[in-house]
């Protein structure tokens, strides 16, 4: 009798816990989202225009590797599905017909990266104060902080079973 008490106590903590963490995760990504709104409002002050040719989705291309924050990942894999892909070929998995499949959820990198050269020096000041923003969250909602290439994250939580 004791141990069903304490099984069901042990489950009804662990259901709690978990629906604390969604709620947090929840607020997290809606901050998440208006930290993305301001800063789009800054870029389309600037301008820095996008040809829409998708070469900087092919990180090769540019000899780049989009580092990202977990919680920029986990946002992504909160809200879309992540498509099968070969983290070799150096290419975002969201790129289709040359356009960003999950343009509203993209992650700080992406939203910044322009292939205009003129605007690199603004667009790395901006990048930074934004990313600092980002990680304040990660502080605030006492979320674990990974700075780490966008495509080798991905990767891992798509290799991860899921919970449900």
Avoid at 28 to 46: G, P
Avoid at 95 to 110: A, E, H, V, Y
Avoid at 131 to 142: P, V
Wanted: aromatic letters at 14%.
């Amino acid at each position: 009798m004791i141990y069903k008490t304490i099984q069901k106590y042990m489950k009804d903590a662990l259901v709690n816990h978990m629906e604390t963490q969604a709620v947090l995760e929840e607020n997290l990504y809606s901050e998440l989202a208006i930290v993305y709104q301001r800063l789009e409002k800054e870029l389309t002050q600037l301008n820095p225009g996008c040809n829409t040719c998708g070469t900087c989705c092919n990180f090769s291309t540019f000899g780049h590797v989009l580092y990202t924050s977990s919680i920029e990942v986990n946002y992504i894999t909160q809200n879309v599905e992540v498509p099968d892909f070969n983290i070799s070929d150096n290419v975002c998995p969201f790129l289709k017909d040359n356009q960003c499949s999950i343009r509203d959820f993209r992650t700080l990198g992406c939203r910044i990266f322009y292939c205009n050269p003129h605007y690199k020096e603004i667009l790395y000041d901006l990048y930074e104060k934004y990313h600092c923003m980002i990680k304040e969250l990660s502080k605030k909602y006492n979320y674990q902080w990974k700075y780490l290439p966008f495509l080798s994250q991905l990767a891992e939580l798509k290799s991860k079973p899921s919970l449900l």
